[in-house]
Nanobody
Framework: QVQLVESGGGLVQAGDSLRLSCAVS????????MAWFRQAPGKEREFVGA??????????DYADSVKGRFTISRDTSQNTAYLQMNSLKAEDTAVYYC????????????????WGQGTQVTVSS
């Protein structure tokens, strides 16, 4: 069983930066694709970005809405994935979730077997 624990959310102003963390336990971290999704009130969960497993050779994938502002990274020594968010906008306000699946990332939430509990990010304008 894989367990994901997120942290790092909070209240920031537009233009600020924030880094979310997703600590993974229970399996070999390097074998898993790690993704970030977000869900605003009244909206469907949407893809933010994802990083495939280390052996896949694939580059990270980002939604157009965050490309150039958000960056995904992984620290295998800490079994942790990160989402660095820069130049935050009010429309980035949402609950952010990390998710994991074996090997290759996917933009569809239902493709992911494991999920974190979510962390709230609020950006004031």
């Amino acid at each position: 069983q894989v367990q994901l624990v997120e942290s790092g959310g909070g209240l920031v102003q537009a233009g600020d930066s924030l880094r979310l963390s997703c600590a993974v336990s229970g399996r070999t971290f390097s074998n898993y694709a790690m993704a970030w999704f977000r869900q605003a009130p009244g909206k469907e969960r949407e893809f933010v970005g994802a990083s495939s497993s280390s052996s896949s050779g694939r580059t990270p994938d980002y939604a157009d809405s965050v490309k150039g502002r958000f960056t995904i990274s992984r620290d295998t020594s800490q079994n942790t994935a990160y989402l660095q968010m820069n130049s935050l906008k009010a429309e980035d306000t949402a609950v952010y979730y990390c998710a994991a699946r074996l090997w290759v990332s996917n933009r569809t939430p239902s493709a992911y077997e494991y999920w974190g509990q979510g962390t709230q990010v609020t950006v004031s304008s």
